[in-house]
């Protein structure tokens, strides 16, 4: 309870907010200890989630197979996806835009490209909950929420994270679920990266896994 400059402890007694805060805040980049509480998530400094991010960050590129049985056959792609700083960024903006554009492998004709931002929302070093916004060319838009970890990320669309224009065609995607996972100790840094979907006439399955290389 806040008492002027003063809040109590657990223990009932009175504690500078600065010592006590100062206290949360190295007890947080020690990773000891998991805050949830906003008012003091609002005056401790955002721990940056350097990890995943020093090895997201960049350009990668590599080869996909996509199928969604009984509508689409199984194919295969090319990819490159580009993950750079958002405006605005910064300790309290922890924001990054991506780019991703897919090939077929054999014509190299264009199929599908997608753009969006990921949020994060550290809770510890290198743990977090993650918002991730997709868009893509025929106006579909996904809201994605889940979890990240110093190298993994799991976000799927809840509480209605999908929205489309009137021109959509049936079926509806229903739900999207992405997850990706790096591979740090390989050098160069590869990635696999799983894009599951369901529709109004299709459980949810697996559509997209690509594997992705880091490029220098």
């Given amino acids: 309870r806040l008492e002027g400059n003063y809040q109590f402890s657990q223990l009932g007694q009175l504690v500078p907010c600065q010592i006590l805060y100062c206290s949360i805040a190295m007890a947080l980049m020690a990773g000891n200890v998991i805050v949830d509480d906003p008012i003091l998530l609002q005056a401790l400094p955002r721990q940056l989630p350097l990890k995943l991010m020093e090895y997201l960050e960049g350009t990668w590129v590599g ?13 295969q792609y090319l990819q490159e996806l580009v993950i750079e700083k958002a405006v605005p960024h910064g300790p ?15 014509t190299r004709e264009g199929l599908q490209s997608e753009q969006g931002y990921l949020r994060f929302h550290p809770s510890a070093i290198d743990h977090g909950r993650l918002e991730m916004t997709v868009t893509a060319p025929s106006g579909l838009c996904e809201v994605d929420e889940g979890t990240y970890t110093e190298d993994s990320f799991d976000v799927w669309t809840r509480y209605g994270g999908l929205t489309r224009p009137q021109s959509s065609k049936r079926p509806f995607v229903t739900e999207v679920r992405r ?14 990266y799983r894009v599951e979907m369901a529709t109004e006439r299709t459980p949810m399955q697996q559509h997209l896994l690509s594997r992705l290389t ?3």
């Avoid at 835009?97 to 054999?106: A, D, L, V």
């Avoid at 997850?179 to 696999?192: F, S, V």
């Fill in 63 to 75: 080869e996909g197979l996509g199928e969604y049985p009984p509508h689409v056959p199984r194919f």
């Fill in 92 to 106: 309290r903006e922890l924001t990054w835009s991506f780019r991703s554009t897919t090939w077929n492998k054999e």
């Fill in 179 to 192: 997850w990706c996972e790096l591979r740090p100790q390989n050098h160069p840094l590869t990635m696999e």
């Fill in 214 to 216: 880091k490029q220098p």
